[in-house]
């Protein structure tokens, strides 16, 4: 049963988020030009999660992901096509490197931070 809750809250946060993504006006993303890009991030210990990065000046508060359930966060997000570095954010005070990105660098902070190229 509680696989069933767990699969069923995980459905329906992904359908919220993806909500975003379908009645989002097309000619927008097309006039911009920019690209549809979905980050995922685990941590169940969470009460909060954001991204941060030179996309949104490495704001912590301007993008929030999502919960999807099973400690499973997401956000979609319109970049235009580039070189993006980005980090996320746990509970206002944890930065961390996704631990899913290909490729990573220096943070100048004795850290890592994530690199994306969106195109």
Request: charged share 25%; aromatic share 18%; with cysteine.
């Amino acid at each position: 049963m509680w696989r069933f809750l767990t699969w069923t809250g995980t459905f329906i946060a992904g359908f919220f988020l993806g909500y975003k993504l379908a009645f989002r006006d097309e000619k927008d993303t097309v006039e911009t030009g920019t690209r549809c890009v979905v980050f995922q991030f685990e941590a169940p210990e969470a009460g909060n999660v954001s991204i941060a990065g030179d996309f949104n000046s490495w704001d912590p508060k301007s993008d929030e992901l999502f919960h999807l359930g099973g400690g499973k966060w997401g956000i979609t997000l319109y970049l235009k096509p580039g070189r993006y570095q980005y980090k996320f954010v746990v509970d206002d005070q944890t930065w961390t490197a996704d631990p899913a990105s290909a490729e990573t660098e220096d943070d100048g902070y004795g850290g890592r931070r994530s690199i994306i190229y969106v195109g």
